[in-house]
């Protein structure tokens, strides 16, 4: 397991640091730009990040007779601080293609100046504006919109679970997390779950004692984690330590990747259900390629923070390629329906709302004794596809 100071250091001997803005030598060169928390309470998906960007770059090497480079553009986890550096990378450096921003916030902010400026945009966000009423010809979405999330974690969760009728939710106070409860309680109504209760928090707690007091205290059966990252953790471990794995199942609506599983450790994630954008065993060519490439030159296993940003990526180049242009015009239009070997499987850009139709996947947590390896933290339950139509989402393209 790599922890978090070893994970520095790796980087660090890597060369993984942000480019610099730019030699005159390097003018040249075509650069893409991944928008993302380098810094702050998500810190840990821009140094995941950086890496999937940077294998995407140095795997193709050339693009059009130019040499590829990156930049890591610190958003900080701040809409303003985000469209404020996207705007300096595109006015000051003429910066066009913009792969892998993963907070929702940020991501419907940078979409609409991206666009408003003429770049290219493929965001792994999941607030379902982006692809819904706020979508643009700019901006496309690999991830799956919170839609997608709840039909892929919480109905097979409810399916395996079916005398288990009521629950609790916990939910972030902001867009993606108030995305998430609308889809769920119209999932709950239709398969006549009761929802006991919800407690709201802010970005930025730390401690959920008071908010799994009350979720206790309704004798629900189910206590459904709708925050993410650090903070699903933090509660996570907060809910174990209480004992409610005894009383109650615990779903986390979508796990933040394997590093989240290392973070958390088998004891406490055995048993628990986490719906995953991605996971390092999924069997398809490109991932099993992703992985072995990964573990050989970095010396971890890819997560979603590090695989999603190397398809944003990819996809981005592959735009380029078969537009044989970097006419951000030219580039969109070739993206607009265009089907691809993926992490996922076949996947597909839908060109009514310029999303990514692809797989989300229901894990449940192992014991640590049943684990094959130390990355064998949970085995896939479920993979499937559920999206709005375009219409449905709310999206008309300009």
Avoid at 47 to 54: H, L, Y
Wanted: glycine fraction near 8%; include cysteine.
């Amino acid at each position: 397991m790599t922890n978090r100071r070893d994970f520095l250091k790796l980087t660090a001997a890597a060369g993984l640091t942000a480019t610099p803005l730019f030699s005159a030598a390097q003018t040249e060169d075509l650069v893409f730009a991944c928008p993302t928390a380098m810094s702050g309470n998500f810190s840990a998906i821009g140094k995941f990040s950086e890496i999937g960007v940077r294998y995407a770059i140095e795997q193709q090497g050339t693009l059009l007779g130019k040499k590829l480079r990156y930049r890591m553009i610190d958003t900080e986890a701040k809409p303003a601080t985000a469209v404020r550096r996207v705007q300096e990378a595109m006015q000051q450096h003429n910066i066009k293609f913009f792969p892998g921003a993963l907070l929702s916030a940020e991501s419907l902010a940078m979409s609409k100046e991206i666009d408003r400026a003429g770049g290219v945009f493929l965001t792994n966000a999941g607030a379902d504006e982006i692809t819904g009423i706020e979508c643009n010809r700019s901006t496309f979405r690999w991830a799956v919109p919170t839609y997608g999330i709840i039909q892929g974690s919480v109905r097979p969760a409810a399916d395996l679970l079916p005398k288990a009728k009521r629950w609790y939710t916990i939910t972030p106070q902001y867009v993606f997390g108030d995305d998430l409860l609308k889809n769920a309680k119209n999932l709950f109504k239709e398969k006549g779950i009761e929802h006991v209760g919800n407690s709201y928090h802010s970005l930025t707690e730390k401690e959920f004692s008071g908010h799994l007091t009350n979720a206790i205290a309704t004798k629900a059966d189910v206590l459904l984690l709708l925050n993410y990252g650090a903070q699903a953790s933090d509660t996570l471990r907060q809910a174990v330590s209480f004992g409610m794995k005894r009383n109650m199942t615990i779903v986390v609506a979508v796990a933040s990747g394997l590093e989240q599983f290392e973070s958390l450790g088998a004891d406490i994630c055995e048993d628990i259900y986490f719906g995953a954008v991605y996971w390092h065993t999924i069997d398809t060519n490109l991932n099993k390629k992703l992985v072995s490439d990964v573990r050989e030159k970095y010396k971890i296993t890819p997560n979603y923070s590090l695989a999603a940003p190397f398809i944003c990526t990819r996809l981005l180049m592959d735009g380029i390629i078969k537009a044989n242009s970097l006419e951000p015009a030219a580039v969109i239009a070739s993206l607009e329906g265009m089907k691809f070997e993926g992490l996922t499987g076949m996947e597909e850009v839908r060109k009514e709302d310029h999303q990514v139709l692809r797989d989300f996947y229901l894990l449940k947590g192992k014991a640590k004794a049943k684990m094959r390896d130390k990355d064998d933290y949970a085995e896939i339950l479920n993979a499937g596809r559920s999206f709005l139509s375009a219409a449905e989402a709310g999206c008309k393209m300009a």
